[in-house]
């Protein structure tokens, strides 16, 4: 097979989620009143890189061929602590900032510790943490409030040069130094090889136990990442469960829909980007056609169902039928 | 027959007993807070909570033990109840006695969809039962026109899930106990059960031993979707009404109460003597920490880590090796 026609299939998945949300923004876009002005990119990246990030802190471990249900609560969790910390001068607020992050790679270690050498399954263990850090995020902030820094959130919160959504700005560097070096080192080949064949990759030598920790260590990460913009978007913190689970599942499903194989091995963090933008352009589709308010649910529940459903194509494909049951 | 041999044939095998050994320290622990908790009274009314936990995990087992999860079980609970509580305004006076059933069916109905697209489309269960709950939550949305609905649970349902009838023994709990039986029955007599424990372990293996797979797994989860549904219609009758999410406080609780008990979560192992220990003791874990009035915070942080602290004691996996 030729040089292109390989990165092309091996890039399916992704493509055709850029393909998916570049049909639905344009169409979101052209039945929009404003039109593509900078305060509605603002909004709808603002918005849609929340979810991103989740779903790239998703996709990680979900390459090892695990699952982190807990990425929603890290995301509650970072939003409650930068809505106490991240106040005063801008130095503190940066410090804080950092404060959020550190928490969130401890509770992504956490994880991976509990995973690796407790040796337990990725998806209870998760479910349980994920109980434990929405705890600490009710702890830290009972009630819906707090305060945050607000210059550095109306930085983050507003555009670059005047046209350029901030947002955007930080998705990208964040793919550009943690996904794109993370990809290619030993860590991330080792997260491709574990989730293909553990057996395997350690029989090669991979760092295996390195490389799962990493996976949910970076997942952390980029949760809290998560949590620390939404803060800048909404001033304030609030430990809901409903935000979390929202978060969580939401993120699966962007990870599906950006090509990932749940079942590990395949898949990349910038097809779950646009699996997220994609989730986001249906909610406004949504908002600019005036759909009944009650029907809208239930419209975005099939949505997603069909979406992910596209997944069976591979049944069409599978020509021994023992394939099937991998 | 000696005692190891006995306790095999009954499924009392380590993460059983830690669990149950675990209900025990716990209620000690609470009954030096409260001599209360080693009431009859008390401990009655926490199994009559724990029935509807119970019925939920039960469906939520068999379909574990496939080595998939079910997670439609919040709305499939919120379908059951809204679904029976609603014939009575359909067909009239002929719902009071059809309602029951309809609510089962319509749970049923649910399972069977979810088992199609596991079993044909070979989609991952999490992520199709996921959007099926997205899908039944619009629906519900659309039937209650975004209000809790006005619609009263029956006197039947209020008769299973809120009376004492025989010796002040809760009826909810003789409810549990029949469906309990019937997973034992299957799991322990029934070709099917050996089939689900099969598939569990490798289903392909099972595929090429002759075992039509696709329907056991539309079953399992067909039942999955029944017993949800069956323990919101007498969650309804337990609070008179159905109401809008109703059913979401239950899903974490089913899984981990089946992953307590011992069933591998990646299918192919578990009993269901483990599953009622494992509902026990979230149930009861659940009980004291809000009679302590402990804050949610500290709730949620000591159920995360009594689930993790438990299944470190027992539930670990192998080593990778060659």
Redesign the interface.
Known sequence: MSDWRYHISHNLGTLTAVGLFAVMFTIYISNHEAGLTPAVATTAANKAVLLALVAMAQTIPVLTRG?DLSVGSVFVLANCLASAIVVGTIGQGLLGCVAVLLLGIVCGFVNGA?VVW????P???T??????F??????IR?TPGGDVQYDIADFVAGQLFGVVPTALVVLLLVVLLVWIPYRSSPLGRGAYAVGSN??AA??SGVP?EKAKIAAYTLAGFLASLGGLILTFNTYSGEASAAIGGTYT?NS??AV?IGGTS??GGWGSAIGSIFGAFVLRTIEDLLFVFDLP??????????V??VA??L??I??FRIRN??E??? | MNVAAATQKIGLDVPVMVAFGCIIVILLAGSLYSPEFLSLDYLLQQLQVGAFLGIIASGAMMVILLGH?D?SIPWTVTLGAMMATALGGWIGPAGVWLAIPFGVLCGAFIGVLNGL?VA?????S???T??????????M??HT??FAPQDHATDAMHFLAVKRSILGIPNALFVWLFVGLIVIFLLRRTAFGRAVYAIGN???VA??SGINTNAVLIGCFAFCGACAAFAGVLLAGYSTKAYQAMGDPYL?PA??AV?LGGTN??GGRGNYLGTIAGVILITLLQSILSVMQM???????????V??GM??LY????????
Do not use: C, D, H, K
């Open positions: 699952l509990i407790g040796r337990l399954q998806i209870i263990t479910l349980a943490t994920g109980a434990i929405y705890g600490i995020a009710l702890w009972p553990e057996q350690y029989m295996v599942l699966i499903a599906v749940l079942f308010p009650l029907w809208q649910p239930l419209f975005q529940g099939v997603l169902l992910i459903s997944g069976a591979r049944v039928r023992l099937l049951f991998t | 999860i997670l697209g044909y489309l070979r989609l991952p999490m992520i199709f996921l959007g099926m709950n997205a899908v039944v939550q619009g629906l949305v659309l026109g975004g490798r289903e392909s595929y090429l974490l899984i981990a992953v979560i990646l804050p949610e915070a500290g709730r949620q942080v000591i159920y995360g880590s689930i993790i299944l470190l539930g670990r996996g192998a080593r990778t090796r060659s």
